[in-house]
C-alpha cells in the first residue's frame, strides 16, 4: 500500500542509504553508530537505523505508545483524588507524579493481567495454593473476545480492499447473531449438524443484509457508507421487535431475551476440562480458519482479483471487462457473510439468548480492528487479538483499578488514528523515511 | 424494476427511454396504487380529521377514511403518471416539474398512510393536531440542519467530513458540562461549539496537514468522541449529576406580533436560540456561498483546487478556516441534545444523528436550503413516527422508529441516485 505522495515528514530526507557515514541527526544512530569507525557499523547500528524508519512495525509500535501516553493523562485527569495532588504541584511535586505513576501502573498493570498472565496467580498455581484455572482464564477471556472481532475485522476489509466502507458491520452481526438463534433453537436437529447449519444459517442471514447495500450501489449509486448505517440501525430495531414476539422470547420471561439456543448449536468449549469459568470456544479456531480462507480468496482467487482491481480503480476495472456492479455486490455479500459468522460466534458461543445488546459493539470494533490490520487477513487476525486482549484487560481494570471501560474505546480509537497516521507519528518521533517509501493509508478519495 | 442495466457508460447517450425521473414515476405509479388499495381496504369508515392547532380540540378537517386512503393514493399514481409521461425531463437536473411532481408523489402516498392509520386510531384520537406535528418535525429536524450544514461546509470546501456523529457528542457534552458548572446556559452553547471545534481541528490537521483518508479518519473520530464522551461520563459526570450534568434548558423568544400568525407564527416566532441560529445559518450559508467572495473561493477550493492555487487564493488556510467554522456549526448542533431535547447528557445519546444529517446533505445536494429542506423531511419521518406511537397504532412501535432510517435508505437510493459532489472533495491538496 505504497503511493509516490510523500507525506511531509520531519527534516532530515538525507539519503537514507545502507551503509552510510552514521548522522547525528537520529536519535537512535547517534551512540550505537559512531563506534563502529570505518567499515560497516555494527549490525546492531544498522538494525537500530533500520528500525527507526517510518517502517509498519515501527510506526504501529509507536502509536501504541501514543495512545497509552493519552490514556495516562485521561486518567490523571478524571481522577479528582489526583488532581488535587496537582493543585500544590509546586510545593510539593513529588506528591503528584506519585500519585499519578500509582494511578497509571496500577491501571496498565491490571489491563495487562486481564489480558495474558497475571505473574502472582502463576506462582500460586506453582504452590498449589490457587487452581490453574485462574492462571488461564484471561488468555482464555482474549480469545473469546478475539473470535468474533476477527470476523466482523474481516468483514469490513474485504469490503475495504474492494473500494466500499462497510460501515454496516454492526448491522449484518446483528442478523447473523438473529438467523444463528433461530436455527438454534428452533430447528431440532443431531448433534455436530446443528451446529454446522447455525452457523450457515448466521452467515446467510450477514450475507442477505449485507447484499442489500451492495444491490443498492450497484443498481442505484447510492452510497454504501449512508445506506449500511441506516440499516445498522434498522436491524437493531428489528431484533428489538423479534425477541419479544411469541414463540421467540423466553419462556416466563417479560423483559427482553429470547430463547436459548439448544446445547447441540452451542460453540463447544476448548477448555472446558481444565475450568468452567475458561469460555474460549471453538470459535477462534473457525477465526484462524477464515482468516485463511479470506487471505486464499484474496491473494489467489479470480474472485479475489477482481475484487482488488475494482477497489484499486473501478474505471480501469470496467475497462478490463470486469463487471463492477456484479463485483460490488458479491463483495457485500461475503462481508456481510463473514460479519454473520462474527455475531454467530458471540451468540453459539457466550451469549447463546438474543437481547437486543447481544452483539455489543463487535461490528463497530470490527472497524478498528480492520483499519488497524491494515485490511490484511492476518494483521486483521492480530488486531483482533490485540483488541480481544483490550477488552479483556479493560474489564479488570475497570473492577479493580475503578477505570471506566469506555477508556479501552478511547485507547482503541487512538491507536487506529496514529496507525492511519504515519506521517503523524513520523513527524513526533522524527523517523526517517523509509527505504520502501513511506506509508499511506493510501486510498484518499472522495464519495 | 426494469431490465436495464445501470451503466454509467450508455448516459452519455440522450435518447435513454428510462430516464432517473421515469423511473421514479414508474415507482410512484406503482407505491401509488398499492397504497390506494391497501391502505383504502384496511382504513376504516370513520373520518380521519386534521386540525391545525397544537392540541386535538379546535377546528379540524375531516375525510373518510377508506376514500381519503384510495384518493390520495391516487393522486400520487397520478403524480407518477405525469413524470412516466416525460413531464419530469430528461433528468433529475434539468426537468422543470420534477421536484414539484416528486413532493406531490411523496405527499400523497404519505396522506394515504395517514388516512388509514388515522381513521383506525380509537375515538378521540383519530385526529392529527398539524401545528403540534409540525413543531415536532422542525424541533427533531434541528440537529440535521446544524449537521448537514457543518457537513457541506467542509465538504464544498474539499473535506469529507463523517465525523459529525463525534462533533455533536462532544458539543452535547461541551454544553451540559459548561452549562452545568459555570450555572449559564449561554456559557454551555458557547462549550458546545469549544466541543465541535475540537474534533474538527483534529479532522482538519490530520486531513489536510497529515493527508489520512478522510472517511477513515472520520469515522474513527466518532468511535473516539463515543469513548471519549463516555469515558468523561463515568468518571466526571454520573458520579456528581448535580454539579457536572444538569444545565438548564435554553430559555424560548418570542417575537411581539408576528407569534400571532396561525400555525406558522407560534412555530418560527415563538422559539429558541437553536431555532432561530438554524434558519439565520441557512440563510447565512446559502447567500454565502452563492453571492460573497468567500462563498466563491470555497466552492473553488472544493471543485478545483490547483486553479484556485493559481488565481492566489490560499488554499489549504482557506481549508482549515473552514472546517473549524463548520465544527462550530455542528457543536452547536450537539447543544441542541442536552440544551434542548433532553436535561443531561448521557452516553452515546446522540443516536446516530449525525449520520441521519451527512445523509441530509447529500440528499440536499450539498446546497443548504436543499438540506433544510432534506431536515426537515427526515424531521417529519421522526415526528410521525412519535405521533402514530401516541395514537395507538397497530404497527409496532420498533417498526415506526425504523421509519427515519428507512426513510434515509428510500431517499438517497431512490430519489438521489448518482449525484455529483464536489470535484476535490476527498483529495487532499498537496502543492506542486
Known amino acids: 500500500m505504497t503511493s509516490p505522495t510523500t507525506p511531509p515528514t520531519a527534516g532530515d530526507s538525507s539519503a537514507a542509504g545502507a551503509a552510510g557515514s552514521p548522522i547525528g541527526g537520529s536519535p537512535a544512530a547517534g551512540p550505537d553508530g559512531s563506534d563502529g569507525a570505518g567499515g560497516q557499523p555494527p549490525f546492531a547500528a544498522r538494525l537500530l537505523r533500520n528500525l527507526w524508519t517510518g517502517n509498519s512495525v515501527t510506526v504501529t509500535a509507536l502509536a501504541l505508545v501514543l495512545a497509552t501516553v493519552i490514556g495516562a493523562i485521561l486518567m490523571i485527569v478524571s481522577d479528582a483524588k489526583v488532581r488535587a495532588t496537582y493543585g500544590y504541584l509546586f510545593a510539593r511535586p513529588g506528591d503528584a507524579l506519585n500519585a499519578s505513576w500509582l494511578k497509571v501502573s496500577d491501571a496498565y498493570a491490571n489491563l495487562f493481567k486481564g489480558s495474558i498472565v497475571d505473574p502472582n496467580a502463576v506462582s500460586r498455581a506453582i504452590n498449589g495454593t490457587l487452581p490453574w484455572e485462574r492462571v488461564f482464564f484471561p488468555i482464555s477471556e482474549t480469545l473469546t473476545y478475539a473470535a468474533p472481532l476477527a470476523f466482523t475485522g474481516l468483514a469490513f476489509s474485504v469490503a475495504f480492499r474492494g473500494g466500499l466502507f462497510n460501515i454496516g458491520v454492526q448491522g449484518q452481526a446483528i442478523m447473523g447473531a438473529i438467523a444463528a438463534a433461530l436455527v438454534g433453537f428452533l430447528l431440532p436437529l443431531p448433534v455436530g449438524l446443528h451446529l454446522v447449519v447455525a452457523l450457515i444459517g448466521g452467515a446467510v442471514g450477514g450475507a442477505l443484509w449485507g447484499g442489500i447495500p451492495g444491490v443498492l450501489k450497484a443498481r442505484t449509486g447510492a452510497h454504501e457508507v449512508i445506506t449500511t448505517i441506516m440499516l445498522n440501525y434498522v436491524a437493531l430495531f428489528f431484533l428489538s421487535w423479534l425477541i419479544i414476539q411469541q414463540g421467540i422470547q423466553m419462556v416466563g420471561r417479560s423483559d427482553a431475551i429470547s430463547r436459548a439456543v439448544d446445547g447441540n448449536a452451542e460453540l463447544p468449549r476448548l477448555l472446558a476440562s481444565v475450568g468452567p469459568s475458561l469460555r474460549v470456544h471453538l470459535g477462534i479456531v473457525v477465526a484462524v480458519l477464515a482468516t485463511w480462507g479470506v487471505a486464499w480468496l484474496l491473494r489467489r482467487s479470480t474472485f479475489g482479483f477482481e475484487l482488488q482491481a475494482v477497489g484499486l480503480n473501478p474505471a480501469a476495472a470496467r475497462t478490463a471487462g470486469m463487471r463492477v456492479e456484479t463485483t460490488y455486490v458479491t463483495t457485500m455479500v461475503v462481508a456481510g457473510a463473514l460479519a454473520g459468522l462474527g455475531g454467530s460466534m458471540i451468540l453459539l458461543g457466550t451469549a447463546l439468548s438474543l437481547t437486543t445488546a447481544v452483539v455489543g459493539s463487535v461490528g463497530f470494533d470490527g472497524l478498528l480492528v480492520g483499519l488497524l490490520g491494515r485490511a490484511k487477513p492476518w494483521g486483521v487476525l492480530v488486531s483482533a487479538l490485540f483488541f480481544g486482549a483490550l477488552q479483556a484487560g479493560g474489564n479488570r481494570m475497570q473492577s479493580f483499578s475503578g477505570i471506566s471501560l469506555e477508556l479501552v474505546g478511547v485507547l482503541q480509537a487512538l491507536i487506529v488514528v496514529f496507525v492511519a497516521a504515519p506521517a503523524l507519528v513520523s513527524t513526533i518521533f522524527r523517523l526517517r523515511p523509509s527505504a520502501g517509501g513511506d506509508l499511506q493509508t493510501g486510498m484518499a478519495r472522495g464519495w | ?432
Open chain 2, 1 to 432: 424494476m426494469t431490465s436495464m442495466t445501470a451503466d454509467e457508460l450508455v448516459v452519455a447517450e440522450p435518447a435513454r427511454f428510462w430516464s432517473r425521473p421515469r423511473k421514479v414515476g414508474a415507482g410512484f405509479v406503482a407505491a401509488g396504487v398499492i397504497a390506494a388499495a391497501l391502505f383504502g381496504s384496511l382504513a376504516t369508515d370513520r373520518p380521519a380529521r386534521l386540525t391545525l392547532a397544537e392540541t386535538t380540540a379546535g377546528a379540524a378537517v375531516g375525510i373518510n377514511g377508506t376514500v381519503g386512503a384510495i384518493v390520495f393514493g391516487l393522486l400520487a399514481a397520478l403524480a407518477g403518471g405525469a413524470l412516466l409521461a416525460g413531464v419530469g425531463g430528461p433528468t433529475v437536473h434539468r426537468g422543470r416539474w420534477f421536484g414539484a411532481l416528486l413532493g406531490a408523489g411523496i405527499v400523497g402516498i404519505v396522506l394515504s398512510f395517514l388516512c388509514w392509520q388515522i381513521s383506525q386510531a380509537p375515538e378521540g384520537l383519530n385526529v392529527m393536531p398539524l401545528g403540534d406535528v409540525t413543531r415536532s418535525s422542525l424541533l427533531l429536524a434541528l440537529p440535521l440542519i446544524f449537521g448537514s450544514l457543518s457537513g457541506l461546509l467542509c465538504e464544498r470546501s474539499g473535506i469529507i467530513n463523517v465525523a459529525i456523529e463525534g462533533q455533536f457528542l462532544m458539543g452535547a457534552f461541551g454544553a451540559a458540562l459548561g452549562a452545568t458548572v459555570a450555572g449559564s446556559v449561554w456559557v454551555g452553547v458557547g462549550a458546545a461549539a469549544a466541543g465541535g471545534v475540537v474534533v474538527a481541528a483534529i479532522l482538519a490537521v490530520l486531513a489536510i496537514r497529515y493527508l489520512v483518508d478522510q472517511i477513515v479518519l472520520g469515522i474513527v473520530l466518532n468511535v473516539f468522541a463515543l469513548g471519549l464522551t463516555g469515558f468523561l461520563y463515568e468518571q466526571i459526570m454520573s458520579r456528581d449529576q448535580s454539579s457536572y450534568n444538569q444545565p438548564d434548558p435554553v430559555p424560548v423568544w418570542t417575537v411581539p406580533g408576528l407569534s400571532q400568525i396561525p400555525v406558522l407564527g407560534p412555530l418560527l416566532f415563538k422559539a429558541n436560540f437553536f431555532v432561530y441560529a438554524a434558519l439565520a445559518l441557512v440563510v447565512i450559508l446559502h447567500f454565502g456561498l452563492r453571492r460573497t467572495r468567500w462563498g466563491l473561493r470555497t466552492r473553488a477550493v472544493g471543485e478545483h483546487p490547483a486553479a484556485a492555487d493559481t488565481v492566489g487564493i490560499k488554499v489549504l488556510a482557506l481549508r482549515y478556516r473552514n472546517v473549524l467554522l463548520a465544527g462550530v456549526i455542528a457543536g452547536l448542533g450537539g447543544g441542541y441534545f442536552t440544551l434542548l431535547s433532553t436535561t443531561n447528557f448521557n452516553k452515546g445519546m446522540t443516536g446516530g444523528a449525525g449520520f441521519i444529517a451527512l445523509a441530509a446533505m447529500i440528499f440536499g445536494r450539498w446546497n443548504p436550503v436543499g438540506a433544510l429542506v432534506a431536515s426537515l423531511f427526515f424531521g417529519f419521518a421522526n415526528a410521525l413516527a412519535f405521533f402514530l406511537g401516541a395514537i395507538a397504532s397497530p404497527i409496532p412501535n420498533q417498526f415506526l422508529n425504523m421509519l427515519p432510517y428507512l426513510a434515509t435508505i428510500v431517499a438517497v437510493a431512490g430519489l438521489v441516485g448518482k449525484v455529483r459532489p464536489p470535484a476535490a472533495e476527498g483529495k487532499p491538496y498537496v502543492k506542486g
